[in-house]
């Protein structure tokens, strides 16, 4: 091996220690320099709020890497006969009942103002949190720092609620350090993500706080005003079950906005499996049922569900939930 005088290898190894020290990424969890500053920016950009005041919330958000692997592994992945028993089971549907009587003078009033159905308040509770009783143990700022920032697929959204969020918390005066959540940042009764509890949250109560955590006038307000925000329809129909005709194609419109008339559907062979005494524009939607394949035709107020969570699946869980609690098996939801 040749010599090198003691003064060149040192250098050498200088320069060799000092570009593998340059090229080093940071650990996995914590934000490059240019990062964080690129973020502070943004908030301050966007929302007035000073880096001053953010960065010292923003160093105490942690990574978890649980987060990541709970988003990568949705429920809404699974087919509808796997997926409908983790939402209708008796306990669930009895509770509903249950919470409706206990509030239903609050829920009727809303319902009166708004013409979303009581049951579909109920019903989103009880699908989001059981009724209030798991709103959810993450730190709302780990989850949306984790998903903002090392979830490669959604990032830009995530970061987007997690500037958000620094918003809200001057907004209603919150406690960045202390508020839990899902672990995708949704918050309270409703679970609200930042930009959705900026936007639809009301103050139902009249203390001046939108409070989806211990209000409930609050929380009903809020998620019958998110319905109404997305256009649902006073008194139109949801979903019906909807039957084949023999030798008709496959047809998946590949949305869940409601295009067709019911005619046009017929025509494709698909026609409501009873009467339902509405022509409001519908679509099709194909589920893989625990006795073989459903087909239902859906309606704008399913859509609208849908802008809660995007998937399906969700929507329809929701729907039937309602009809259980509200004791009816109508497409309207009525008595």
Do not use: C
């Not at 918050?187 to 959705?196: D, R, V």
């Not at 017929?266 to 087909?295: M, N, Q, S, V």
Request: no cysteine.
């Amino acid at each position: 091996m040749p010599s090198y005088p003691r003064r060149v290898a040192l250098v050498i190894a200088l320069s060799l220690a000092g570009s593998t020290f340059a090229a080093e990424p940071a650990p996995r969890g914590v934000l490059e320099p240019q990062q964080r500053e690129a973020f502070l920016a943004e908030v301050q950009e966007k929302y007035g709020i000073a880096p001053e005041t953010v960065a010292p919330m923003l160093d105490k958000a942690r990574y978890q890497q649980r987060i990541i692997d709970a988003i990568t592994r949705p429920a809404e992945a699974k087919p509808w006969k796997d997926y409908r028993p983790i939402f209708l089971g008796a306990e669930r549907i009895t509770k509903g009942r249950a919470f409706l009587e206990a509030h239903r003078d609050a829920l009727t009033q809303v319902e009166a103002g708004t013409g979303v159905p009581a049951a579909i308040i109920v019903a989103i509770l009880g699908v989001e949190t059981s009724y209030g009783g798991n709103t959810g143990s993450w730190k709302v700022l780990d989850a949306l720092y984790t998903l903002g920032f090392f979830h490669e697929p959604r990032a830009t959204f995530f970061r987007g609620e997690l500037a958000q969020v620094f918003a809200l918390a001057q907004e209603e005066s919150l406690d960045l350090t202390t508020i839990t959540g899902s672990y995708a940042g949704a918050m309270g009764w409703g679970q609200f993500i930042p930009s959705s509890y900026r936007a639809y949250s009301i103050d139902g109560d009249g203390d001046g706080k939108r409070d989806l955590w211990n209000s409930l006038p609050d929380v009903f307000a809020s998620v019958a005003n998110y319905f109404k925000a997305h256009k649902w329809q006073r008194g139109e129909p949801v979903a019906v079950r909807a039957v084949r005709a023999e030798g008709a194609e496959d047809f998946k419109p590949g949305s869940l906005e409601a295009r067709y008339t019911l005619l046009e559907l017929a025509d494709k062979g698909y026609r409501p499996a009873e009467a339902i005494g509405h022509a409001a524009p519908a679509t099709l939607l194909t589920l893989e049922g625990a006795e073989g394949t459903e087909y239902w035709i859906t309606f704008n107020n399913f859509y609208v569900i849908s802008r809660y969570n995007r998937s399906p699946l969700y929507s329809m869980a929701v729907f039937h939930l309602a009809q259980a609690i509200a004791g009816t098996d109508s497409a309207t939801l009525e008595p």
